[in-house]
């Protein structure tokens, strides 16, 4: 068995994903428009919030930013994955919350407002914060850490895709929105929708085009990215509920921190990582995964409005 399982290790993390470089910009290019869209409806006044309601910012910040990363380490560190699974899920947790995260947050009655806030800053800091966390718990973990250092990125680098990615089209979509925000409303309607669909697509291309690792590998995977998502969902839910936040602030916290941009991680996978397998894998089953238990959650949690609080 122990060297059945070593045999397991060495295939896993030396495979490499088939990604074509003509795929990969496609893939670029839809993630880009996907934040253009998203920042189409983001206005200033989204970030004048910052400084109206600070707490529940912060603590949505430090969810996704700090805790979810301390915590998958320890996860990681009691499950002992497969290095190249293990480095997986911490480029997942050290990623902004996803795209669709606004749309579910409001159709589990969450606060809206606060979730596309928190979308808009979280993508400015993922610029810096992203490369940072993986390298930082990448390094701590020391499998992870062999491999961070056979591939031997620059952080300059990534950060520069990275605002490419999320910090232009961002910045973009809100200047547009700011000069011309009938246009803007217009634009986001068909583009956000358009653009998820399109990157969906590709993401199902690449599991497609690599079927035969992705049917030998998916309950090794699945279950980990089970686990790791619900694990999400807890600390963003654990630690806005320990802090007393308003409940509609609580739901669209959870959110955030369980629905993370595992795009964006697919992306810096292909194009720093080579697609390395354990990662490519784990990060493209969370993309699926986090839009079922997404809109599980919402499900249940629209069919439960919340009672108005009382101010203490």
Same mark, same amino acid.
């Given at each position: 068995?122990?060297?059945?399982?070593?045999?397991?290790?060495?295939?896993?993390?030396?495979?490499? !994903?088939? %990604?074509?470089?003509?795929? =990969?910009?496609?893939?670029?290019?839809?993630? /880009? $428009?996907? @934040? #253009?869209? +998203? *920042?189409?409806?983001?206005?200033?006044?989204?970030?004048?919030?910052?400084?109206?309601?600070?707490?529940?910012?912060?603590?949505?910040?430090?969810?996704?930013?700090?805790?979810?990363?301390? !915590?998958? %380490?320890?996860?990681?560190? =009691?499950?002992?994955?497969?290095?190249?699974? /293990? $480095?997986? @899920? #911490?480029? +997942? *947790?050290?990623?902004?919350?996803?795209?669709?995260?606004?749309?579910?947050?409001?159709?589990?009655?969450?606060?809206?407002?606060?979730?596309?806030?928190?979308?808009?800053?979280?993508?400015?800091?993922?610029?810096?914060?992203?490369? =940072?966390?993986?390298?930082?718990?990448?390094?701590?973990?020391?499998?992870?850490?062999?491999?961070?250092?056979?591939?031997?990125?620059?952080?300059?680098?990534?950060?520069?895709?990275?605002?490419?990615?999320?910090?232009?089209?961002?910045?973009?979509?809100?200047?547009?929105?700011?000069?011309?925000?009938?246009?803007?409303?217009?634009?986001?309607?068909?583009?956000?929708?358009?653009?998820?669909?399109?990157?969906?697509?590709?993401?199902?291309?690449?599991?497609?085009?690599?079927?035969?690792?992705?049917?030998?590998?998916?309950?090794?995977?699945?279950?980990?990215?089970?686990?790791?998502?619900?694990?999400?969902?807890?600390?963003?839910?654990?630690?806005?509920?320990?802090?007393?936040?308003?409940?509609?602030?609580?739901?669209?916290?959870?959110?955030?921190?369980?629905?993370?941009?595992?795009?964006?991680?697919?992306?810096?996978?292909?194009?720093?990582?080579?697609?390395?397998?354990?990662?490519?894998?784990?990060?493209?089953?969370?993309?699926?995964?986090?839009?079922?238990?997404?809109?599980?959650?919402?499900?249940?949690?629209?069919?439960?409005?919340?009672?108005?609080?009382?101010?203490?």
């Amino acid at each position: 068995m122990k060297s059945f399982c070593f045999l397991t290790d060495t295939i896993l993390d030396n495979v490499r !994903i088939n %990604f074509d470089t003509g795929s =990969l910009w496609l893939m670029n290019t839809a993630l /880009a $428009l996907v @934040m #253009f869209g +998203v *920042a189409l409806e983001i206005s200033k006044a989204d970030f004048k919030r910052l400084f109206e309601n600070p707490k529940s910012i912060f603590v949505g910040v430090g969810s996704q930013f700090v805790l979810l990363p301390m !915590i998958t %380490f320890v996860m990681v560190w =009691l499950i002992d994955p497969l290095p190249s699974i /293990a $480095l997986g @899920m #911490f480029m +997942v *947790a050290a990623c902004p919350g996803g795209n669709v995260s606004n749309f579910i947050a409001h159709a589990a009655r969450g606060n809206s407002a606060l979730s596309v806030s928190l979308t808009a800053i979280a993508t400015l800091l993922a610029v810096v914060m992203t490369p =940072l966390n993986l390298q930082l718990w990448g390094s701590l973990y020391e499998p992870t850490a062999l491999l961070l250092k056979e591939v031997d990125i620059s952080p300059f680098e990534m950060i520069k895709l990275v605002f490419l990615l999320l910090g232009l089209p961002l910045i973009s979509g809100m200047l547009v929105n700011h000069v011309m925000p009938i246009l803007a409303s217009k634009m986001a309607r068909v583009l956000k929708v358009v653009s998820i669909l399109f990157f969906i697509s590709l993401v199902f291309l690449a599991l497609y085009n690599n079927r035969e690792i992705f049917s030998e590998y998916v309950f090794y995977v699945f279950w980990i990215v089970l686990t790791h998502n619900l694990v999400a969902f807890t600390t963003g839910f654990s630690l806005a509920t320990f802090l007393k936040l308003p409940k509609t602030d609580v739901r669209s916290i959870t959110i955030e921190t369980g629905i993370q941009n595992s795009g964006l991680g697919l992306l810096l996978i292909f194009t720093f990582f080579d697609g390395l397998g354990g990662m490519a894998l784990l990060a493209a089953f969370w993309g699926i995964w986090h839009l079922v238990s997404g809109l599980i959650l919402a499900g249940f949690w629209g069919y439960r409005p919340i009672t108005k609080e009382k101010l203490v």
